[in-house]
C-alpha cells in the first residue's frame, strides 16, 4: 500500500528520459539506447508524485508472443521504501496479462538486494543466473508465469 499518492501513467520513450535521470542508478541511461531498445510492444509506466514531481518508471517489451521482458525500473530516492515499486509491478503485470502474455521473466543484481525481495514476495522464481564476474555484477534471472 502506498503511503504517498502517486499518479502512475503510460509514457513515451522521449518522456522515460527525465524519469530515468530521477534515479541515480539508472541516470546514465540515453535516450538513443532506450529507442534502440523498445518498440511498440513496449509497456513504458512513470510514476508522479502528487505534485508532479517524477518518482519512478518501469519499463518492458515483447520477448516473444507468450512472453514479456520486464527491462528496467525504478524508484527516486526520496520516493523509495513507500510502495511505489509495488504499485508498478502490479500496474505492469495487469497490462501484460490484459495483452495476452503468459510469461513475464525479469533479471536483477545482488547489488539490488530489495528488488531481489520484492520479486521473490510476489511471486517469481528464480531461473539462472549471469555470471558476469562478481557476484555484485552478475544477474539473477526470474520468471513468473500467468494462467
Do not use: H
Request: with cysteine; aromatic share 10%.
Amino acid at each position: 500500500m502506498l503511503s504517498k499518492a502517486y499518479i502512475i501513467k503510460s509514457a513515451s520513450v522521449e518522456e522515460l528520459v527525465i524519469y530515468i535521470n530521477a534515479v541515480p542508478e539508472f541516470s546514465s541511461l540515453s535516450q538513443a539506447v532506450l529507442k534502440s531498445r523498445l518498440d511498440q510492444s513496449a509497456i513504458c509506466l512513470v510514476a508522479n508524485s502528487s505534485d508532479g514531481t517524477p518518482a519512478g518508471f518501469k519499463i518492458g517489451y515483447q520477448e516473444s508472443s507468450d512472453v514479456f521482458y520486464s527491462w528496467i525500473g525504478g524508484v527516486s530516492e526520496g520516493c523509495r521504501g513507500q510502495g511505489l515499486a509495488q504499485s508498478l509491478l502490479e500496474a505492469q503485470e495487469r497490462m501484460v496479462i490484459e495483452k495476452g502474455y503468459k510469461r513475464i521473466k525479469v533479471k536483477s543484481m545482488n547489488q539490488y538486494p530489495n528488488m531481489l525481495k520484492l520479486l521473490i514476495k510476489n511471486g517469481y522464481y528464480i531461473t539462472g543466473y549471469e555470471d558476469r564476474g562478481t557476484p555484485k555484477n552478475s544477474k539473477i534471472c526470474f520468471e513468473k508465469s500467468f494462467k
